[in-house]
């Protein structure tokens, strides 16, 4: 058994993507644990089939449940590696794990790994969406999940990251490639950011991550999210879209690509700012 890192994966009907995964790290022998949140397809005998430790959790948010995941499994290795069940670990990423020794990394405390992502089958190279380095290996009790998001599952690490600029994740949710699925899924998520981002405007909630135009991928994120707070809601969308398109060359992903950066940079946005709108306005009328 991989005495380094283990993995730990959150699922609800993954039947389609946890097969391919399990494949993709399949050899690093590496421990597995499922935090489930009520599947009811074939995903819980997968998960058994493949000895992994389950647990459930009725799903509130990604950030809480990734907190719930990371408080409750009994991991036994210094290091876990925390992933969706629609990522993929190229053969590349799976040779830097391989390697990896912990001795080697003791001034280490977090690790980010390069993604890609894809929609409807094309990989989105451009519109600021490659490279994309998401911090998914942390060292086990030093790192943990910052639940003053309510959408982006972000993992947050005290002391030195490093970079894998070399290898990858490969994300891509089958289940988007109908738009009936993505369009529901993200207006639940708008709702989940429409409330974070009021609670923010209301002082209820603070950002965990210090904002660093020059800080590691998230505290540059966590300085542009703050920058975005302060743009005017309307305009924010449509500026975002153009920025993508013209400035950061998503009109190179062709079709399929403009599609995604129009559905997730102006409509979601639009759509956001929407519901801000509508909470503010509630609020103002409990509080007469």
């Not at 009725?58 to 995941?69: I, L, R």
């Not at 989940?192 to 135009?213: D, G, S, W």
């Amino acid at each position: 058994m991989n005495t380094q890192f283990s993995f730990i994966i959150l699922t609800y009907n993954e039947e389609i993507h946890l097969p391919r995964w399990l494949a993709s790290v399949a050899g690093l022998n590496a421990a597995t644990y499922i935090l489930d949140s009520g599947s009811t397809d074939g995903t819980l005998k997968i998960a058994a089939d493949a000895n992994a430790t389950v647990l459930h959790n009725k799903f509130e948010n990604h950030p809480k449940q990734w907190d719930f995941a990371l408080k409750n499994f009994d991991v036994k290795t210094p290091w876990v590696i925390c992933l969706d069940a629609d990522q993929v670990v190229t053969p590349e990423l799976f040779t830097l794990l391989q390697n990896f020794k912990n001795e080697a990394c003791q001034n280490i405390n977090g690790i980010y790994f390069n993604r890609k992502n894809f929609f409807k089958g094309r990989w989105i190279k451009y519109g600021g969406y490659y490279p994309f380095y998401l911090l998914k290996m942390i060292r086990f009790g030093v790192g943990f999940s910052d639940t003053s998001e309510n959408m982006d599952h972000r993992l947050v690490v005290p002391g030195n990251t490093m970079i894998w600029k070399d290898g990858h994740l490969l994300e891509e949710n089958l289940k988007e490639n109908k738009i009936s699925f993505w369009i529901a899924k993200h207006n639940t998520y708008s709702d989940l950011l429409a409330t974070e981002e009021t609670e923010r405007m209301l002082n209820l909630r603070l950002q965990t991550v210090t904002p660093r135009f020059w800080g590691s991928p998230d505290e540059r994120t966590a300085w542009l999210k703050r920058k975005w707070w302060k743009l005017p809601r309307y305009v924010r969308p449509m500026l975002y879209f153009i920025y993508r398109v013209i400035f950061k060359l998503g009109i190179l992903d062709g079709r399929t690509g403009l599609i995604f950066h129009f559905m997730q940079a102006f409509w979601f946005r639009l759509v956001v700012d929407i519901k801000i709108d509508e909470l503010l306005k509630q609020q103002n009328t409990d509080g007469k």
